[in-house]
């Protein structure tokens, strides 16, 4: 079984439309995270989580709120969606601390497309 | 803000080439680098992670490097294969997150 996974894997909505996607972990990591990938701007970081009661706006925050339930969950919410949030979306993991282990893995992502 | 620039953009070779992919970053204030594969329609591999006080590490035909104080990191691939065709993505983590490159795009013909 994959160590991080998202679910779902693709999924078409149309605008104004709230959309939940999940992730879940079997790693044991504490630190969680969400990125969008768009073509020709790479990965950026929506929220992160470095633990169940923690949660901190990246650099693309708006239109977006997250959920730690769990230390192996980490949901993204977009509450009202629109068609610039489509996109490719992954969620990561990593291992706490800033030495030798903190290699961040990522799950399979979730295509998300807006009509 | 930091920043990461990856050249090429796109790179093509004939199989069993050796190659080298670059990695650029404004801000040498990093805790590590890492390098990715991403296959398409797929999720990121991570392939190398380089600490800031190393200065390489090697994987297989895998070989990166890192010069903190350039801004600086190159991956070389040994004897390239038609299954290392790929996007190769290098990202710097600084304080609590990593800033990714848009990645050089790989293709080894046979």
């Known amino acids: 079984d994959a160590d991080v996974t998202q679910t779902p894997r693709n999924r078409i909505t149309k605008t104004g439309k709230r959309i939940m996607l999940e992730c879940s972990q079997t790693?044991?990591?504490?630190?969680m995270y969400w990125y969008r990938q768009d073509p020709g701007l790479g990965l950026r970081l929506i929220y992160y989580?470095?633990?169940?009661?923690?949660?901190n706006k990246g650099e693309i925050s708006d239109g977006y709120s997250v959920s730690r339930q769990a230390q192996a969950k980490f949901s993204l919410s977009l509450e009202s969606a629109i068609p610039n949030q489509t996109a490719l979306y992954f969620c990561?993991?990593?291992?706490?601390?800033?030495?030798?282990?903190?290699?961040?893995?990522f799950g399979p992502g979730t295509r998300l497309t807006v009509l | 803000k930091q920043e990461v620039t990856q050249i090429p953009a796109a790179l093509s070779v004939p199989e069993g080439e050796n190659l080298v992919l670059n990695c650029s970053f404004t801000?040498?204030?990093?805790?590590?680098l890492q390098w990715f594969r991403q296959d398409p329609g797929k999720g990121l591999t991570s392939l190398l992670l380089?600490?800031?006080?190393?200065r390489e590490q090697t994987s297989g035909r895998l070989n990166a490097s890192l010069d903190k104080s350039s801004g600086r990191s190159t991956l070389y691939i040994a004897a390239s294969q038609p299954g290392d065709s790929a996007t190769y993505l290098c990202?710097?983590?600084?304080?609590?997150?990593?800033?990714f490159g848009t990645g050089t795009r790989l293709l080894v013909s046979p």
């Open positions: 990202a710097v983590r600084g304080f609590q997150k990593l800033v």
């Open positions: 989580s470095f633990d169940v009661k923690d949660i």
């Open positions: 380089i600490q800031s006080s190393q």
């Open positions: 801000d040498s204030a990093i805790y590590n």
């Open positions: 790693k044991g990591h504490d630190r």
């Open positions: 990561a993991t990593s291992d706490s601390g800033t030495g030798m282990y903190n290699e961040q893995f």
